[in-house]
């Protein structure tokens, strides 16, 4: 279902992003104007862990003291991110790497403006990781080769570093069955017996791990050294348009992402306000790192592991994207 | 009897919940993923404890009501037009068709094209998917009305807009009540559809959002809500139903000649 979704989300995309019409035009001048020195700024996000840092910035005056007011929506996964931007229903959204390069290199105009997530470059402990259930016989990653793993998106971000996990540990990542399944079905499908494995992100990776689970790889730590997994990022013609704007959303950001580094515990305060995960398991949740830049090199390593894995029509320009 | 089937109902209801309770507490399923009735409960009150509960079902019936409100008001207006106009009919005809089967998801990113993720997009969904409901019902209706009576009118010399008012809309009511009464309930599920899919505003976003929490219990006190609140749309499409055909024989009854 999910991936019908995206596969029409991406063809209505190819359509408006050749015949820009006139509702996007409006759309990006109507919310970009500012009114008494702020500009209000729509922000699409997903209400999870990874976006703490903006809700903490906001609360500390960091967009507001740069005559920025957001206006956070929410959706629900990012297939309504990337339309919702280059349509400029949203002025600045939040998605995975992976996802903004398939965008780029299919045309669709989109510009990274900040850092959003990385690993936390630690084996073991990390935000994601593929998981066993107890007493599995399943140890690295290479046993993975025949067996049913499910990851929330099939040719994808997860999809690339689990191959690349199978494939450092000496197997061979086309023997893997990948199975589509949203994160927050990994616990019980892994419990369940109907999953071998799962390549789950916090907080399904704390229920997994709460129950016996096993953590056997850390994919996005195989895939660099503290590899980029998401960024924040603006429709092209917003950046041109707007450069003051972005510039200030990319210094408030910074600053937002800095804080949250060194702040976690107030990081994981405010990820109680936008989020239900229960007390118990937002403590055990593995926080993402939030550095101030995007690592190159890894973005880099993922737009080369996701042509391998045939994921783009054509080559990426990663300098393009990046900002 | 109106009060042997609620109490009937209830029974029912009572027997649901105390199975719910006591598979998982047998171990039958995992609590984690199916927590027993109490703990539903508690999260339900919970749930009606915070401001922010009731914002989202004000979101929820907002898009509901305005979704079906253009809905019902295109689907008679439109559905009336084209079976008054002969040439309409056949101009429509296949365009409906064709139009009616597409699935209102099939539409969402078409909706986060255009509005993003907001209440527009829900009732764009909302609006396309209970409009086909009424509007089919519409032409049927008209199509039911008795060619005698018609004619008996036109020999009176009633005018079209008279015809529209004293032979076609009698006829056509009982059909475009119950048009009505889908609609209303499809235009819950589109509503809250819309919103766990796109995001928009509502009990569905915040059932999305406790489902990427793994809060459980949370979750399934949402969905008992939307359950709910299907329920309660039920019995008030039925009893604005009954009011407004209380002259009509599938309500009033067969009186004994």
């Known amino acids: 279902m999910r991936r019908l979704l995206v596969a029409l989300a991406a063809g209505a995309l190819v359509v408006t992003a050749s015949a820009c019409g006139s509702s996007g035009d409006s759309g990006a001048s109507d919310s970009g104007s500012s009114s008494g020195g702020t500009t209000t700024v729509k922000l699409g996000l997903i209400p999870i862990v990874d976006v703490a840092p903006v809700y903490l910035g906001q609360k500390k005056g960091f967009y507001g003291k740069r005559g920025l007011k957001l206006e956070i929506s929410t959706a629900s996964g990012g297939a309504a991110i990337v339309p919702g931007v280059a349509s400029g229903q949203f002025q600045f959204g939040f998605s995975n790497v992976t996802s903004l390069l398939i965008a780029q290199s299919s045309g669709v105009p989109v510009k990274a403006v900040s850092n959003g997530i990385a690993s936390t470059g630690v084996a073991g402990k990390d935000f994601a990781a593929i998981a066993v259930k107890r007493g599995s016989s399943i140890k690295s990653a290479k046993d993975l080769e025949g067996k049913k793993v499910a990851i929330n998106t099939l040719k994808n971000i997860n999809e690339s570093a689990v191959r690349e996990s199978v494939r450092k540990d000496g197997g061979d990542p086309d023997k893997v069955k990948f199975v589509e399944l949203a994160f927050d079905q990994m616990p019980a499908a892994l419990d369940g017996g109907q999953v071998d494995a799962a390549c789950a992100v916090e907080p399904a990776l704390a229920t997994i791990k709460s129950q016996g689970g096993q953590v056997i790889a850390s994919p996005m730590v195989d895939v660099a050294q503290g590899t980029t997994v998401a960024m924040y990022f603006t429709s092209t013609r917003y950046q041109q348009q707007n450069a003051d704007v972005v510039k200030k959303f990319q210094e408030a950001t910074a600053e937002s992402l800095a804080y949250a580094d060194a702040h976690p515990d107030e990081a994981r305060q405010v990820i109680t306000t936008y989020t239900k995960i229960p007390a118990s398991v937002l403590a055990q949740v593995t926080l993402p790192k939030w550095p101030a830049e995007p690592n190159k090199e890894s973005i880099e390593a993922l737009a080369k592991l996701g042509e391998e894995d045939g994921f783009f029509k054509k080559t990426p320009d990663v300098d393009a994207l990046l900002p | ?257």
């Open chain 2, 1 to 257: 009897m109106r009060l042997q089937n609620a109490a009937l109902g209830a029974a029912g209801l009572a027997a649901f919940l105390a199975l719910g309770e006591v598979v998982p507490r047998l171990g039958l399923v995992k609590e984690e993923y199916f927590p027993p009735t109490s703990r539903i409960a508690s999260a339900f009150a919970d749930e009606l404890s915070d401001g922010s509960f009731w914002t989202a079902l004000g979101d929820t019936l907002t898009g509901w009501a305005l979704g079906l409100a253009i809905a019902v008001s295109a689907g008679i207006v439109i559905g009336v037009a084209v079976s008054v106009v002969p040439y309409l009919r056949e101009a429509t005809a296949s365009t409906i068709e064709f139009l009616r089967p597409i699935p209102s998801v099939a539409l969402i990113p078409l909706a986060v094209l255009l509005y993003g993720s907001e209440l527009r997009s829900v009732l764009l969904l909302v609006v396309y998917a209970s409009f086909w409901q009424v509007l089919i019902q519409t032409l049927y209706g008209v199509q039911d009305v008795d060619p005698v009576a018609d004619e008996t009118a036109r020999s009176y010399g009633l005018g079209t807009w008279a015809r529209i008012r004293h032979v076609l809309w009698p006829t056509a009511l009982p059909y475009v009540m119950t048009g009505v009464r889908l609609a209303a309930a499809v235009a819950l599920i589109l509503a809250i559809t819309g919103e766990l899919v796109i995001g928009a505003p509502g009990l569905g976003a915040r059932i999305a959002v406790a489902q990427n929490s793994q809060a459980v219990p949370e979750m399934y006190a949402l969905i008992v809500v939307t359950g709910l609140l299907g329920l309660l749309i039920n019995v008030g499409a039925r009893t604005v139903e009954r009011r407004a055909l209380a002259w009509h024989q599938s309500v009033r009854g067969e009186v004994a000649v």
